[in-house]
């Protein structure tokens, strides 16, 4: 069996000892553009050149090292009719519910504020936010947005959630589709973006739904850049309608040098690192795919191309 990885990064030893270790029959070839490689029988990648899709034509599935499917989607028809298997949880759904819930307990503690006021010198208590009042609201309820859910639920917070098709979740008020969004967002005080990237969610964060956010309202995106429109929130944060934001993903990354954000204190920057790849877990979870695909078994996590994730 051969097994053919790339890595934006570059970084690839690693995987090849984990797969090995995991698959010691499989052959793994590193991807190297303009070096010809024999036919494989499984790719593992997320988000290749378009020159990597020639050496695709004979794969019987395509395994993502990410959650993520816009990457790869944006080749279409370019690519073959086999299954694309995106990454089930493989430890990043903690890492999100980590980052979550320190940037809403941030924003509800006022310890944003306090940062700012310690910068100038200022000692001076602010009255604490009504709980009751701070509702957070999840853009996508997936295998990330539910873990964020539910760590949120621990600390109180009112809950609610959107998502395309209707859900029940205990504790959660549940709102879909375009009918649900304005009824959701009006009621939402920190607005958390955990939706795959298609298009219909492109630009989806932009100032007509961000000013049906109530005023003083935090915005979270952890999602993908192009669901924000940048100059909208920027434009919405200058007129104090919304009072911060946390953003992990940006339309160019790495956020370019002169970019405004960088100069809006209300701006919280991280570079894309709200939940990472764990490699192993990833190489694990990927061969045990493998495995049961080579015994004719069906795996979760293949993606629904129509749906666009
Ligand atoms: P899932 O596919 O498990 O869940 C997606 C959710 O979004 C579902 O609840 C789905 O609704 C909802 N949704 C999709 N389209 C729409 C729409 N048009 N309107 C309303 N709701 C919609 O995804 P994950 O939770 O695993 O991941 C979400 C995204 O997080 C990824 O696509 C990726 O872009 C991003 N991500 C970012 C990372 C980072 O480090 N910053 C790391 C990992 C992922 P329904 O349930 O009805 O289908």
Redesign the pocket.
Known sequence: MRILLHRADGVTEPWVRDFASVLPQAEVVVWQEGVHCAPCDYAVLWSPPAALLDHLAKVKAIFLT?????AILKFGDALPPVPIIRLGDAG?AVQ?AEYVAHAVLRYYRRFDEYERQARRGVWAPLPQFDKSQFTVGV???????KRVLDSLAQFGFPLRG????H?EIAGVACF??EEGLDEFLRGTRVLVC?????P??TNLLARANLSKLPEGAFVIN???GAHLAEPDLLTLIKSGHIAGATL??FRNEPLPGPHPFWDEPRITITP?????TLRSESVAQIAGKIGALERGEQVADVVDRARG?
């Open positions: 990410g959650a993520g499917v816009d990043m999100m853009m996508g309820m997936g295998m990330l947005g959107w998502s395309r098709g859900k879909a589709g955990m939706l795959p990237l298609t219909d969610t952890v999602a993908r992990d993903v894309h690192i709200s939940a990472l994730y």
